[in-house]
């Protein structure tokens, strides 16, 4: 039984670039949500994806989207990068109203 | 909006020790608490987690406590060993529905010396 999985691993950007970040939930899960890990901190929520909806969202700026797939994958996108953009981007999967989330390994991002 | 403070940011025990985490939480209807370990450039993985309608939750060396009233749960840690040493984070579910956004401590990074 996979896990979450993410790509990529790594990935250098300069400023003003986009990004796309993958992430394939646990199988059976549906629900996946993206948090941004900056160095030594906590996990900030970006925001949910459900049915292929955004259901809930973080204190983020618009520059950061999402998209959810009928297969329950997902993608987040971030236009017009900025330094403070450089962190760990995890995507966490559940099944729907469940509490437990499972965390993929995340991707580290770099803005130069 | 909503807000979850943990402490120490870092704890340094002897191996044997044991190792106390506190974090308190600001939205009432919290009622989900999760924590999570995190070793060096690996993911976040669940270690316990309790829900609001529970005092206390144990899994062998590790054990949760969760004031409702005082808006506070802690993490307890016996026998340290060195395999320990990480970085714990405390969790906060947003509001009462299952499955939602989780609000999550600074850290806090253990040490365990052999």
């Known amino acids: 039984d996979a896990g979450v999985t993410q790509s990529p691993t790594h990935l250098i950007k300069t400023r003003g670039q986009q990004v796309t970040l993958r992430c394939s939930p646990k199988s059976g899960h549906d629900t996946v949500s993206w948090y941004q890990q900056a160095l030594g901190q906590g996990p900030q929520f970006i925001f949910q994806?459900?049915?292929?909806?955004?259901?809930q969202r973080g204190n983020f700026p618009d520059r950061f989207s999402g998209h959810q797939f009928p297969n329950y994958s997902s993608e987040l996108n971030v236009n017009a990068l900025l330094l403070g953009d450089s962190a760990l981007y995890l995507c966490?999967?559940?099944?729907?109203?469940?509490?437990?989330?499972?965390f993929g390994p995340g991707t580290r991002l770099t803005v130069l | 909006g909503e807000n979850v403070e943990q402490h120490p940011s870092t704890l340094s025990v002897q191996e044997g020790d044991s190792a106390v985490i506190k974090c308190t939480y600001s939205?009432?209807?919290?009622?989900?608490f999760p924590w999570y370990k995190q070793e060096l450039g690996k993911r976040p993985q669940l270690i316990i987690d309790?829900?609001?309608?529970?005092g206390e939750k144990k899994d062998q060396r590790i054990a949760v406590t969760l004031n409702k009233t005082a808006k506070h749960f802690s993490l307890h840690i016996t026998e340290t060993q060195p395999e320990d040493s990480a970085v714990y984070f405390c969790?906060?579910?947003?509001?009462?529905?299952?499955?939602?956004?989780?609000?999550f401590g600074k850290g806090t990074t253990l040490s365990v010396s052999s």
């Open positions: 966490a999967s559940s099944l729907p109203y469940e509490y437990e989330q499972f």
């Open positions: 994806y459900y049915e292929e909806e955004e259901r």
């Open positions: 969790a906060a579910q947003r509001g009462s529905q299952a499955g939602t956004a989780l609000i």
């Open positions: 939205d009432s209807a919290s009622n989900y």
């Open positions: 309790i829900r609001s309608n529970v």
